[in-house]
């Protein structure tokens, strides 16, 4: 497949580009600092670093037409960079604007569990992580919240990944998906492992038009 991958220089953008390449498929990643993209591809991996910025959907029309998906981590570092810049939702945007342009249909996003409400069956400190964590990122999440809703409102064929905690960990392939929302009693994930769920789901047609959660 010919994919974009926005975000590619973060945690889990750079183990989207990775595993991506590993599985043969042609990857375009947006960066705004082809420094900081730290994936070293194989001899003959099919990889194109197009540097733009991923707010302005022009610029982004380029990296996106004739691929067949796009696979989206944007997200802020922080609460105040939230508040500030909105990098998810505006992102979000400009790149569902880009791929209507190109006929692009497929799309799936990182977002976050808390965006969503606190799973049934959770337990008690599961509920009390999930209340701390919207009181002190409220900014992070309410961007995320907005990029869903744009989501949400497109006419992309999309998927919404909503992981847990994400840890720098090896890969695993082992961990739950929910449809629908967060998994239960599960507060962490590889960010490997998330990006492997990502590009698992590109071919996976229960996942269409669904928030999906992830967590090991």
Do not use: F
């Not at 959907?57 to 997200?75: H, K, N, T, Y």
């Not at 409220?138 to 907005?146: F, I, P, R, S, V």
């Amino acid at each position: 497949m010919r994919l974009t991958v926005l975000g590619a220089t973060g945690g889990t953008g750079r183990q989207l580009v990775r595993q991506a390449l590993d599985a043969g498929h042609h990857v375009t990643a947006v960066v705004r600092d082809p420094a900081r993209l730290t994936v070293t591809p194989g001899p003959s991996a099919a990889l194109e670093v197009v540097t733009a910025d991923v707010t302005d959907a022009e610029a982004l029309r380029p990296a996106v037409a004739g691929r067949d998906a796009v696979l989206s981590a944007l997200g802020a570092g922080n609460n105040e960079q939230a508040r500030t810049h909105r990098v998810a939702s505006r992102g979000t945007r400009a790149a569902l604007a880009a791929m209507e342009a190109g006929g692009v249909r497929r799309l799936v996003v990182v977002s976050a569990a808390p965006v969503g409400p606190t799973p049934e069956g959770d337990s008690l400190s599961g509920r009390l992580v999930y209340a701390v964590l919207r009181r002190a990122l409220g900014a992070l999440y309410e961007d995320l919240a907005e990029m869903e809703k744009a989501i949400r409102d497109s006419s992309a064929e999309w998927t919404v990944m909503r992981p847990p905690r994400l840890l720098d960990k090896p890969l695993t392939g082992r961990y739950e998906r929910a449809l629908g929302g967060a998994v239960p009693r599960r507060h962490a994930i590889a960010r490997a492992d998330l990006a492997h769920a990502m590009l698992a789901a590109l071919n996976d047609p229960t996942t269409v038009g669904q928030v999906v959660g992830v967590a090991s």
